[in-house]
């Protein structure tokens, strides 16, 4: 009997065409498996385009609540953003098709699992190394990696077995998305300096296209996770869905950045990611009034480590359990709600409450009602400017280079 192998498939042209690309050169048997990640497909032409290319079968898994609850809502609560500019949308689906997939293998008795993913990108790494972590006794097959073939010669070997192209081929464009963003790379793109045409944009409305009147948004937020909307609890997956279509409508969430990729390439990326935008910087908002200005500091130092991790493909490692339970005890008291201003592209936090705040009117007021002794100030600021008072006298105004001792950047 010939051997199983699980195909993550997206329906694109590679993963059609690796449907029968692994058949010759395996001689596997080859079930594919689609994630539904709320990247708005008809999940039903995908299994059929799968069983009608030579799929043995064709499973499909509605994966949106489970993406938002173990992937994105804990990446939003550890403040994620890759290089301060990515929500990391495609960084975090990867792990849970990892974990997809090793799931399916261990049901249908598959003794490999294989993906799309070329051998240029960081998908390849977060997909593997996922299975490496999860289940190290399975092959990996990366057909797109293996067989050499242009785009060109791929289409070609779509035809000649008679493989249906699906019709977003013909873009210049490679896209990925899902609930918490899209990802858009190649065509004009890949010229740094050349501004993306708005034909790209497929969620946001250009700033000139967005209405005129701003539209204020107010997130309720639950231990650092977000339950409700205007005022309405929601579900994850629909909060982010109705987020997105009423920060996409004011033009929020574009981003452009030059990436810095694992596999040490710099690329240009272009995401599309409203409600990823919005929530975070909601998220930032209330935790400025929640926590202190140490706990702040370090979280910020996590955020980064954790951003890192997620894009290098490290989720399942204990690295990510400790600081996912930095994170996790970070949350307690990071619960309120915070009100956005949408408007021609901008996410602006105008407004933010909570019942554990640690911002307190009278310590903070000039009026009536001013509790703060400022009389303390003066023995805190002796005491705070001591070390500085001493080194001046003894190192700075010593300095014969210039006023005590700061030279300046030499003029030509
Ligand atoms: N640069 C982003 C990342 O590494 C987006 C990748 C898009 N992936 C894709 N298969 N089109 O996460």
Sequence with gaps: MAEKVILAYSGGLDTSVAIKWIEERYGMEVVTLTADVGNERDVETVQQRALSTGAKKALIVDAKDLFVKYFIFPALQADALYEGQYPLATALSRPLIAKLLADAAAEEGATAVAH???GKGNDQVRIDVGMMSLAPHLKIIAPAREWGMTREETMEYAAKHNIPVPTTVRSPYSTDENLWGRSIECGILE??????PEEIYAWTRSAKEAPDAARYVEITFDQGVPVGLDGERLDGVTLIRRLHGIAGEH???RVDHVENRLVGIKSREVYEAPAAT??????????????SKEQQRFKERVAQAY??????GLWFSSY?????????????HVSGEVRVRLHKGTATVVGRKSPKSLYDYSLATYDKGDLFDQSASIGFIHIWGLPLKIQAKTQLLQQPEGPLGITGSKQP
Excluded: F, M
């Excluded at 010229?191 to 993306?196: L, N, S």
């Excluded at 975070?280 to 926590?291: G, I, S």
């Excluded at 951003?307 to 290098?312: G, K, P, S, V």
């Excluded at 990510?320 to 307690?332: F, K, T």
């Design 116 to 118: 799309g993913c070329t």
């Design 191 to 196: 010229d740094p300096w050349a501004e993306p």
């Design 251 to 253: 033009g929020v969430g």
């Design 278 to 291: 919005v929530l975070l910087k909601a998220h930032l908002a209330l935790q400025a009034l929640v926590l």
């Design 307 to 312: 951003a890192d991790l997620i894009y290098n």
């Design 320 to 332: 990510h359990q400790d600081l996912a339970a930095y994170v996790q005890s970070s949350q307690r």
